[in-house]
C-alpha cells in the first residue's frame, strides 16, 4: 500500500513545503491528532468572554518587557554616586538598583517606553483580572465542573497582587522603599513568628542590604514561574471544559454554539493581542507612570505625603489607614492590633470571595454540571453578596488614597477615614439589600416582559374611549432566552423522623443550610418566571394583557 | 609747648580735652556721615509705617487688635516681621477671608507698594525677618540635587515628592507649590505660616533655601518637562490607578467589544 502511495505521490512530484513541515512534525510531535481534535474547538462570541484575554495578552507584554528590563537593571543595593542625564539628582547617593532604573529611564535607548509599558500592563492585568472574575462570578461560571480553575484564577490575581509589589520594590526609590516598610511592619505585627520571618526575609534589620536582590528572584523567577504555570493549567481547562455561554435558543449544556478555534479565533485572538499590546503601548506613550526620577532614591529617614501602592495592594493599605491605632502591652510584648487586625481581614477577605463556589454549591445542594451562565438577576443573593464584596473592596480603596480624596474635594481626612470605617460595615449590607431588590425588580420586568410583551409606546385609543399602550409580543427566541434559567427549590431540613419513626435531630449544619438556602431560594429571593399555563391564557386573547 | 604743658594738671583740663575730643568726633561725624540721605530714609520709612498703619487699621485691625496685639481672632503681630506680611498679603491668604480649618489662598487685592507699607508698619511693632532680596532665592550658585535631597527630607512629608501638596489632619493641607513665587517660597520657609513649622536660618541656611527653591524650580517650574509624558498630578499610585482603569481598561473594555461585535459571518450552504 504505502509503496504503492508513495510511488503515485512522486508522480505528482513533490508535495508542498508546508505538507512536508507538517508530516515531520507529526511524526516526532503527533500535532495532527492534537490538530484535529482543537482546531475546530468552538468558541462562544460575547464580549465579556474576552476579558480573560486581556489578562492573558497584558501578562504577556508584561513577560516580554521585563526581559528587556532584566538587561539593564542591577538588582544591588550598593551605594553608588549618580552622574547621570538627570539633572536633579547629579551627585546624590543611591542605590545600584536605583541608579541603573534611572539609567534605563534616560540612558538605555527606549528603556522608559519599555518601563511605562512594563508597568502599565501590569495595573491593567490586575484590573483585568479583576474585571473577568467578577464576570465568572457574576454569571455563575464558578460551578461545577470550573470551581478548580476559578481557584487557579483566584491564585493568579493574588500571585499578580504581590509579583506586582515585589517588581514596584525594584527600583528601590522613596515611594517603594515607604512601601516595603509598610510590609515589613504587617510582618513585624504577627505574634511570635513576626520578628523571625521579618529578619529572614530581610536578612537582619530592615532594610540591610539583600532585600532587593531576593525581591529581584521573587519578582523574575519564582512569582511569574508559578503564574505561568497557573496560567497554562487555567487554559487547559478552559479547554477541556468547553466555554461556556449564556442561554439562548440552540444553546444546550451539551453543546457549545460560536465560532471555531481555527480560523475564525486564531486570527481574532491574534487581532485581538496586537490591540491590546497597541492600546497599552499608546498608554505608555501618552502618562508616565511611577517617575522614580522625582521620587527620589530611598533612605529610611525620608518620606514623603500621598504614599500610596499601586491600585490592587489599595485595599490593604486603606484597611490599614482606617483601623485605629490599637495595640495591647503584656509581659513586655506588644500586640499590634493596628496593623495586624488588617493583616488578618485581607487574607480573610480574599479567601472570601475564593471560598464562594463552594458554600453555594454546598448550600444549593446541586451536583449537576453547568455550562449556561446564568444572568446575574437570576441569581440576586449571589449577586448582591458580589455586589457587597466590591463595595467593600472599593470601600478599602477610598480608604487607601484617604488623603487624596480629602485634598481633592476640600474634606478633612478625619471625616474621609470615619466615613470608610462606618461605611466598610454599613456599606455591604446596604449594597447587599439595595442590589438583591433590583435583580428582584429586574426579574418582575423580565416576567412582565414576557407574559405582556414588551412596550412599544404607542398609545391607541379605542372606538369607546379608552387609551391603551400597545405591547408588542416578544419573538420566540426572546421569549426562550428570558425563560430559560432554571429556579431552585428551597432546601427543606429533611424528614423530623428516621426510617424507624424516631424523632431524629436535626444537626445545627443541616438547620444553617436550609436557612441559607431559603435566603437564596426563598419567595423573597426569586420571583417565579412565567409558567406555560399563564403565558397561554394571557396571549389566548381573553380580555387584553 | 611749655605754657601748655605747664598748664597739664589744670583742674579745668580735662573738660578742655573732653570737649576737644567731643568737637573732634562730631566734626568727623558731619564731614563722612550721609546725613541728608539718612534724613530722607527716615521720613520715606516713617511715611510707609503711617500709611501702612492706615492700611493695617482697616484691613487688618478687627482681628489682630489695633496696634498688633492680636485678639481671640488672630494671632498678635509684633515679632512676625516684614517677611511674614509679604507672604500672607501677597498671597492673598490675608486678610482672610472666613474662618476656617485653614486660611485659603485667594486673589491678592493690594499692591506691592501696599503691602510694602504693611510690612514696614508691622517690623515697626517689633524686629523680624525682613523680606528677602532677589539674589537670596535666584537660581544662580544653588545645588539642585542637595536641594532635591533637603526637600524629600524636610518638606516631602507634608508637600509631596515634587510639592504637589497633601492633606493634614481635620481638613487642613499642605498646599502645593506649583506656581508659588521663589520670594513667597522663601518667606514661607522663613516665617512657618499657618500650619507650616519655621525653618529659620539657623535651621536652613540661606544656601539651603535658595538650592531648595532651584529644586522645586527644577521639578515642579513652568518650564519642566515631564519625561514620561502626562504627569497625572504627579500623585502617584491613586491617580495612576484611576488612569489605568479608566483609559486602560476603559479602551481595552471598548475594544473588546468592537472585535466581539464583529463576528465572522457563518456561510449558508
Not at chain 1, 333 to 349: A, E, K, R
Not at chain 1, 491 to 519: C, F, H, Y
Not at chain 2, 160 to 167: D, H
Not at chain 2, 183 to 197: L, S
Request: hydrophobic share 45%; with cysteine; proline share 5%.
Amino acid at each position: 500500500m504505502s509503496t504503492h502511495e508513495s510511488t503515485t505521490a512522486r508522480s505528482r512530484g513533490k508535495a508542498p513545503a508546508g505538507e512536508r513541515v507538517a508530516d515531520w512534525a507529526d511524526g516526532r510531535l503527533g500535532i495532527y491528532s492534537l490538530a484535529k481534535a482543537n482546531m475546530r474547538k468552538i468558541f462562544p462570541d460575547h464580549w465579556s468572554f474576552m476579558l480573560g484575554e486581556v489578562c492573558l495578552y497584558s501578562f504577556l507584554i508584561i513577560i516580554l518587557t521585563g526581559v528587556y528590563l532584566t538587561l539593564f537593571f542591577h538588582p544591588s543595593m550598593n551605594e553608588v554616586e549618580y552622574h547621570g542625564s538627570y539633572v536633579p539628582l547629579q551627585g546624590q547617593l543611591m542605590s545600584e538598583a536605583y541608579k541603573s532604573t534611572l539609567d534605563i529611564s534616560f540612558d538605555v535607548r527606549g528603556g522608559l517606553l519599555i518601563r511605562q509599558i512594563h508597568h502599565w500592563a501590569a495595573i491593567i492585568f490586575l484590573a483585568g483580572m479583576f474585571v473577568h472574575m467578577m464576570r465568572v462570578f457574576f454569571t455563575g461560571a464558578f460551578r461545577k465542573p470550573r470551581e478548580i480553575n476559578w481557584l487557579f484564577g483566584f491564585l493568579l490575581f493574588v500571585l499578580g497582587m504581590f509579583t506586582g509589589f515585589t517588581g514596584y520594590s525594584l527600583p528601590d526609590d522613596l515611594l517603594s522603599g515607604t512601601g516595603v516598610r509598610f510590609t515589613q511592619g504587617a510582618i513585624l505585627s504577627v505574634p511570635i513568628v513576626g520578628t523571625y520571618i521579618s529578619m529572614f526575609l530581610f536578612g537582619g534589620e530592615f532594610p540591610g542590604h539583600d532585600f532587593v536582590a531576593r525581591f529581584y528572584s521573587i519578582h523574575i523567577l519564582l512569582l511569574p514561574g508559578i503564574m505561568l504555570g497557573l496560567v497554562v493549567g487555567h487554559l487547559i481547562l478552559v479547554f477541556y471544559h468547553k466555554h461556556t455561554q449564556f442561554a439562548g435558543p440552540g444553546k444546550t449544556n451539551k453543546n457549545v454554539v460560536g465560532m471555531p478555534l481555527l480560523p475564525v479565533y486564531m486570527a481574532k485572538a491574534g487581532g485581538f493581542f496586537f490591540l491590546v499590546f497597541g492600546v497599552i503601548a499608546a498608554i505608555a506613550g501618552i502618562a508616565s507612570v511611577n517617575p522614580i526620577w522625582s521620587i527620589g532614591p530611598y533612605r529610611p529617614d525620608q518620606v514623603s505625603t500621598g504614599a500610596q501602592p499601586d491600585w490592587y495592594m489599595g485595599f490593604a493599605e486603606g484597611l490599614v489607614r482606617a483601623m485605629p491605632g490599637w495595640e495591647i502591652n503584656f509581659w513586655g510584648h506588644t500586640l499590634v492590633l493596628g496593623v495586624f487586625v488588617p493583616l488578618v481581614i485581607f487574607g480573610i477577605f480574599l479567601v472570601a470571595i475564593a471560598v464562594y463556589p463552594f458554600i453555594e454549591s454546598w448550600v444549593t445542594g446541586d451536583k449537576r454540571e453547568h455550562h449556561i451562565l446564568d444572568r446575574p438577576r437570576n441569581a440576586p443573593t449571589r449577586t448582591a453578596f458580589g455586589v457587597a464584596w466590591v463595595t467593600a473592596y472599593m470601600i478599602m480603596l477610598i480608604g487607601g488614597g484617604n488623603d487624596i480624596f480629602a485634598t481633592h474635594f476640600h474634606l478633612s481626612i478625619n471625616a474621609v477615614t470615619w466615613f470608610v470605617r462606618v461605611s466598610f460595615f454599613v456599606g455591604p449590607v446596604i449594597a447587599f439589600v439595595i442590589t438583591k431588590r433590583i435583580c428582584l425588580g429586574l426579574q418582575r420586568r423580565d416576567k412582565d416582559k414576557v407574559l405582556h410583551g414588551r412596550e412599544s409606546g404607542i398609545i391607541k385609543r379605542l372606538p369607546h374611549g379608552e387609551f391603551i399602550e400597545v405591547h408588542e409580543p416578544l419573538s420566540q427566541e426572546q421569549l426562550y432566552t428570558l425563560t430559560a434559567h432554571e429556579q431552585y427549590k428551597p432546601a427543606e431540613i429533611g424528614p423530623a423522623v428516621d426510617e424507624n419513626g424516631v424523632e431524629r435531630k436535626a444537626k445545627s449544619t443541616e438547620k444553617l443550610r436550609a436557612k441559607l438556602s431559603k435566603s437564596y431560594y426563598g419567595e423573597e429571593s426569586q420571583i417565579p418566571k412565567p409558567t406555560v399555563e399563564e403565558y397561554r391564557e394571557i396571549t389566548s386573547g381573553h380580555g387584553h394583557h | 609747648m611749655k605754657k601748655l604743658s605747664a598748664r597739664r594738671r589744670h583742674p579745668l583740663a580735662a573738660i578742655v580735652v573732653l570737649l576737644l575730643a567731643l568737637a573732634c568726633t562730631g566734626g568727623l561725624y558731619a564731614v563722612f556721615a550721609p546725613a541728608d540721605k539718612a534724613q530722607a530714609d527716615e521720613t520715606a520709612q516713617s511715611l510707609a509705617i503711617d500709611e501702612g498703619k492706615k492700611l493695617y487699621a482697616v484691613g487688618c485691625a478687627s482681628c489682630h487688635g489695633t496696634g498688633g496685639e492680636g485678639t481671640t481672632d488672630g494671632p498678635s503681630l509684633v515679632g512676625v516681621g516684614a517677611a511674614a506680611v509679604d507672604f500672607q498679603v501677597g498671597t492673598g491668604r490675608m486678610p482672610a477671608q472666613q474662618p476656617g480649618a485653614q486660611v485659603q489662598k485667594k486673589k491678592n487685592i493690594y499692591s506691592q507698594a501696599e503691602i510694602d507699607q504693611l510690612a514696614a508698619y508691622i517690623a515697626s511693632l517689633g524686629a523680624g525677618p525682613s523680606i528677602p532680596t532677589e539674589e537670596k532665592y535666584r537660581d544662580e550658585g544653588a545645588d539642585i540635587a542637595k536641594g532635591g535631597d533637603l526637600f524629600r527630607t524636610n518638606c516631602a512629608q507634608c508637600h509631596n515628592f515634587t510639592g504637589k501638596g497633601g492633606a493634614l489632619t481635620h481638613g487642613k493641607f499642605a498646599p502645593s507649590l506649583e506656581g508659588v513665587s521663589a520670594k513667597h517660597i522663601y518667606e514661607a520657609m522663613q516665617t512657618g505660616p499657618q500650619n507650616m513649622p519655621s525653618f529659620p536660618d539657623t535651621t536652613l541656611t540661606e544656601q539651603n533655601k535658595k538650592d531648595i527653591i532651584a529644586y522645586l524650580n527644577a521639578v515642579n517650574g513652568d518650564e519642566t518637562v515631564d519625561p514620561g509624558g502626562l504627569s497625572l498630578g504627579g500623585l502617584g499610585p491613586v491617580s495612576e490607578g484611576l488612569f489605568g482603569w479608566i483609559f486602560g481598561l476603559g479602551s481595552l473594555i471598548a475594544v473588546a467589544v468592537w472585535v466581539a461585535a464583529r463576528t465572522a459571518k457563518a456561510k449558508k450552504s
